[in-house]
């Protein structure tokens, strides 16, 4: 599943989240990434 939505987290239990930008996986982690994400935005990785 692809998506934006931390929300979806509260209902799923994702084994990989993925960061993509330009077409290429810059960050994978699990469902705290998507937390980290979730709080920080996505700047401090790009």
């Given at each position: 599943?692809?998506?934006?939505?931390?929300?979806?987290?509260?209902?799923?239990?994702?084994?990989?989240?993925?960061?993509?930008?330009?077409?290429?996986?810059?960050?994978?982690?699990?469902?705290?990434?998507?937390?980290?994400?979730?709080?920080?935005?996505?700047d401090?990785?790009?």
């Amino acid at each position: 599943m692809i998506t934006h939505y931390q929300r979806l987290l509260n209902y799923i239990q994702p084994d990989f989240v993925h960061v993509l930008a330009d077409g290429k996986i810059i960050k994978t982690g699990d469902k705290s990434l998507a937390l980290e994400l979730e709080d920080k935005g996505y700047d401090w990785l790009l």
